[in-house]
């Protein structure tokens, strides 16, 4: 236990578990610009990646629930995890109905497929700016 702290019960890392979350959104992201610029293989990372980001998801779910404060609203990270799920289902059902319609990838789906990655690495490196402001809300909780 942490002096000063001994009063306030146990919050857990709530951004951590979004970041985790956002980390196997990249991940299947690059995934899916990988496969939609050729790479065949890469369409089983994306089918994990999905799985694995569902796992984040409940996750952040959990610590949501047992979270005493957070950093952001949590109905905000709630948004932002159901976006995150949404991305990566998406990502996974593009490759799927691909495999049945068999259709390979053409170019300007690469292309989107690489913007739809770079978006997800921006959203990373933004969670990671976030600061957990040590339960404070407001403008004060980004310093």
């Given at each position: 236990?942490?002096?000063?702290?001994w009063f306030?019960?146990?919050?857990?890392?709530?951004?951590?578990?979004?970041?985790?979350?956002?980390?196997?959104?990249?991940?299947?992201?690059?995934?899916?610009?990988?496969?939609?610029?050729?790479?065949?293989?890469a369409a089983?990372?994306?089918?994990?990646?999905?799985?694995?980001?569902?796992?984040?998801?409940?996750?952040?779910?959990?610590?949501?629930?047992?979270?005493?404060?957070?950093?952001?609203?949590?109905?905000?990270?709630?948004?932002?995890?159901?976006?995150?799920?949404?991305?990566?289902?998406?990502?996974?059902?593009?490759?799927?109905?691909?495999?049945?319609?068999?259709?390979?990838?053409?170019?300007?789906?690469?292309?989107?497929?690489?913007?739809?990655?770079?978006?997800?690495?921006?959203?990373?490196?933004?969670?990671?700016?976030?600061?957990?402001?040590?339960?404070?809300?407001?403008?004060?909780?980004?310093?």
């Amino acid at each position: 236990m942490t002096t000063g702290r001994w009063f306030l019960p146990h919050s857990p890392d709530v951004l951590g578990a979004l970041r985790a979350q956002t980390a196997a959104t990249v991940d299947g992201l690059d995934a899916l610009a990988r496969w939609a610029a050729g790479d065949e293989a890469a369409a089983e990372r994306v089918r994990e990646c999905e799985h694995l980001a569902d796992d984040r998801k409940r996750e952040l779910r959990a610590a949501l629930s047992e979270a005493f404060s957070t950093p952001l609203e949590p109905e905000d990270i709630f948004q932002l995890s159901t976006g995150l799920d949404r991305v990566m289902n998406a990502a996974k059902n593009i490759v799927r109905e691909a495999e049945v319609l068999e259709r390979r990838p053409d170019p300007p789906m690469a292309e989107l497929a690489a913007a739809l990655a770079e978006g997800t690495h921006h959203l990373a490196e933004a969670f990671a700016a976030l600061g957990d402001g040590g339960g404070r809300r407001g403008p004060a909780a980004f310093a």
